[in-house]
């Protein structure tokens, strides 16, 4: 799979990019990412991806022109062939990133780590011209209920979660984990508890290893998870796989 993202800010993706399991696989061939730069598809010599709104009103648009070049060519480079036999007839997923789209979620990512190319538009400014989001888009996405500065980390945000979905990338096999919680609450996990058994801390809430002291307060990892006994284990897993109030 290929994830292209079309940003005026390229550098915030490309580091992202190079870090940890996403950086390991792309080194391993399982994904491409690839963030592009906005202003290299204009054409005039401002380089300019902005302008006034029609009808007045405060800010900038991102304009159609650059957004619509760049989803051309980056369509293109990965299907040169496209029309000319079936195989290349597939199509590429386009997602335009707006605090008014659909938000996104976990069955929207396992969707769309079918695909063969997601290309995702980040808006800046006071947003982006509604004819992308009517003409270009096939998917208009927000990633929650607020407005931020960018769509570059809703963005980063689907390509990794659609990345970790992805055959590979993550140590284990989602599919597994999947199919086991699925019976109890779709894709949430539970809780989960490392070293030490017991963390204490003394009344200035500084950690502090645990002694008898009534001045200490200290919480202990679930009894079960200890027990070695994994159909509890399970069972214990199973019901408190829920929603963080
Ligand atoms: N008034 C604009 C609107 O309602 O679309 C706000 C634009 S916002 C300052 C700039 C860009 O950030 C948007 O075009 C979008 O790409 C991105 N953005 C902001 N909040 C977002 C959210 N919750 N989900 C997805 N993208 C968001």
Redesign the pocket.
Known sequence: MRIDIITIFPEICDFYFQQSLLKKAQQAGLLKLKAHNLRDFTNDKHRAVDDKPFGGGRGMVMKIEPIARAVKEIEKEFYPLRGKSKASSKKSRIVL?????KEFNQKMATKWAKSDQLILI???????DERVARNLADEI????D??????EL?ALIVAETVARLLPGVVGHSEDLIGERITKSKGFLEYPQFTRPEIFCVDKKGKACPPDSSSKQRCWRVPKVLLSGNHKEIDAWRQKNSKVIE
Do not use: A, K
Not at 97 to 101: I, L
Not at 122 to 128: A, I, N, S, T
Not at 141 to 144: A, D, E, H
Not at 146 to 151: A, F, H, K, P, Q
């Open positions: 990133f707006s605090p008014r789209g980040c808006g800046r400014y006071e947003g982006v996405v927000s990633i929650g607020y407005v931020l500065m960018g769509g809703p």
